[in-house]
């Protein structure tokens, strides 16, 4: 083998440089899932648990063209067929009523920044 | 069992019926449907339009009654109800302002005994909901656009700020965020019930369409002690089919083709 001297060195440094997240947080605590304070005084959401965790950004968007555009101010369970109204601030927040014990847990931990409250007025701990 | 072509020909044509039939079956019924799940349902309905049936929401403004504490009034609740910013300068927001006669009327000034005699005097002007809407067909992502119930809407997380509506607005009821609105509204003045604007987004009176939805009458007309009417222009017993019938009423600008329907009592 010709310079193996240097290409093992460089394939070295690539290794190190490659894994560098990896041996970088060695040490440092493992990812927790954030911590929601749920609502006291409500026991269901408008859908099911898991079925919000995944898709809540997809119900909010279909929501807004609706309500606005279409003017359909309502939103029916799938399952149990309750009626909801479509709003953030009057049925979403009614609950979660502190969007930084809620929302912004997640989101914060996740690093994304929904835009909806440049607009929609939070109830507290708003900037 | 065997298979002919007679057979085959004939599974055919009745599946082709079928197909035909069906779906024109089960979209009579959804919308039957439809129509029994209250008024806001109604509304958006492809039967209602702003031309012969379905609601026509319009107001008619009594110029003879209105006073400035009246205007003043009808000002606040709008503006405190929908997070209007209060900024005293050229870059100001309004949804409903005073103005005088000789702004409002410019080309029927000529008229002899009804606007002529008080050029000066005041009435409000707010959006129009125009029945042929400039600013509607100006706008480049349907942003802007109109309800069949007459109601020129704004859908604010779609509006890209280019202006083309003010532009278009004969009437200059839009208004532009030049700055953040938030820096000008104190946490305590906020309501939660209406979202506020971010920078670089149009606004202007919706007519209350959320309160509508309610079943409720706009803002301004609540506190305007009868000096405002409102209701269903293809109604014949609505409040301002009523007093239209009696009154001489004018719209600002007809000779635009617009079509307004905010009318004032003169």
Known sequence: MYDGGKIIAGLAVFVLLFTFPFWYNIGNAAYTKPKLELPKDAKECVEKTEWMRAEHMQLLNEWRDEAIREGHHTYKNMVTGKVYKKSLTKTCLKCHAQKDKFCDRCHESLSVHPYCWDCHVAPKGDK | ?266
């Open chain 2, 1 to 266: 069992m065997k298979s002919t072509r007679r057979k085959f020909i004939k599974i055919a044509g009745m599946s082709a019926l079928g197909w035909s039939l069906c779906p024109a079956l089960f979209n009579g019924s959804s919308r039957a449907a439809g129509h029994n799940e209250g008024h806001s349902e109604e509304h958006s309905g492809s039967s209602a339009n702003a031309h012969g049936h379905g609601v026509r929401w319009a107001m008619a403004i009594d110029t003879a009654r209105m006073t400035d504490e009246i205007m003043q009034k009808c000002i606040e609740a709008c503006h405190s109800a929908h997070n209007v910013p209060h900024i005293n300068n050229k870059q100001e927001i309004k949804w409903i302002w005073p103005e005088t006669f000789h702004h409002l009327f410019p080309g029927q000034m000529n008229d002899h005994f009804h606007t002529n005699e008080f050029p000066e005097r005041k009435a409000l002007a707010l959006c129009n909901h125009c029945d042929n809407p400039p600013c509607v067909r100006v706008c480049p992502t349907k942003a802007t656009f109109k309800r069949p119930d007459g109601i020129v809407m704004m859908d604010f997380h779609r509006c890209v700020g280019c202006r083309y509506c003010m532009a278009a607005c004969p009437y200059g009821s839009r208004s532009f965020n030049f700055a953040d609105p938030r820096k000008y509204l104190k946490e305590s003045e906020r309501t939660l019930e209406f979202p506020t604007r971010t920078k670089g987004v149009v606004e202007k009176c919706l007519f209350c369409y959320e309160r509508l939805a309610e079943g409720k009458q706009p803002y301004c007309v609540e506190v305007s002690e009868g000096t405002i009417y409102f209701g269903d222009l293809n109604d014949p017993h609505s409040d301002v089919r009523k007093v239209l019938k009696e009154r001489y009423a004018i719209r600002r600008k007809p000779e635009l083709g617009t079509s307004p329907c905010v009318y004032y009592l003169i």
